[in-house]
């Protein structure tokens, strides 16, 4: 097997796996006698260890290794099993995603749960996007407009993980959430006093965040770095969408790519309006979105800790205060 794995270092959060754990993974999915002909880690992302598999197939697969149980965290647990849970409630936009081939929860072959899915053609957005012309990088988010539309028009049974477990209240999972990502904070060695006064205030006005009583299907990390792009076309299309593993019911609004969308206005982001029409304004839905920030806020938090951003730490610490005092005078 040729086998090309990203340098890591012996702490780091992403552990990549041997060449024995790669055949055996492999044998388990495909039969004993499945031969590796190459397997190639590919960069990007910052939870799970993906890899380019060739079987000696037409196409290559993807291998996605989860990290150990002990290494995930209380807030979003077992995000490989929320995204396999998520697939059905993804129909409307199943054209544009990956299918599993084989899938694995049981750690009888290594104690990780992986999964292999079909490899995506096009090229990575995050690479390709930037070499069109300004002018026409709005189709883009036109397009991710409608694809966060489509998504959004799923109906769930109660809020929270897709996986579960669900609340009633929307107000319940998303403390809840707030909860488990400060422990997160401590299990880190960070300062979490930031996020509980945070949620402290939230909590004082429940009632606005339980206007929302209708749960909808959320991506939770849809954006340039989760999409494919179709190769040579004159204008950026989307050919796929990966990484569907922080799935939520909820408030759209408290989605990712809303939040992102609404972070630069008068770019060519606006275009992402377009394909999914606008937003409520009312100053409730103003307060729920400074909360939402907030959560996005907070996740980021341990991502920066764990790749040593430590600026970026400080800087994110200081918006959620800033949130704080923002969601108190209210």
Known sequence: MDYEPIDRKPGEFQQPLTVAEIAAVTRAAFGEGTAVRSAAELAGGYYNNTYRIDLGGDRPVVLRVAPKPARQAKADPEMMRNEHASVPHLAPVAGLLPRTLAIDFTHQVIGRDYMFQTFLAGAPAEKVLTTYPEPVRGAFFHQLGDITRAVH?????????????????WSDALLTWFDRAAADLTDAGLDAGDVTRLVEVADRDRAVLDEIAE???????LWVGNTMLAEGAP?????????????????????????????KPGTERDAFWKGYGQVGRTENARWRALVYEAKHATALLLEFHRFGMDGELAKTYGEIRDLTTRLATR
């Open 235 to 263: 204008e950026p299309l989307i050919t796929g969408v990966f990484d569907c593993d922080r799935t939520w019911w909820g408030d759209p609004e408290a989605d990712w790519p809303i939040y992102l969308a609404l972070r």
């Open 215 to 221: 749960p909808r299907l959320l991506h939770g990390d």
């Open 153 to 169: 028009s799923v109906r769930g049974p109660g809020f929270g993980r897709v996986a579960g477990p669900v609340h009633e209240r």
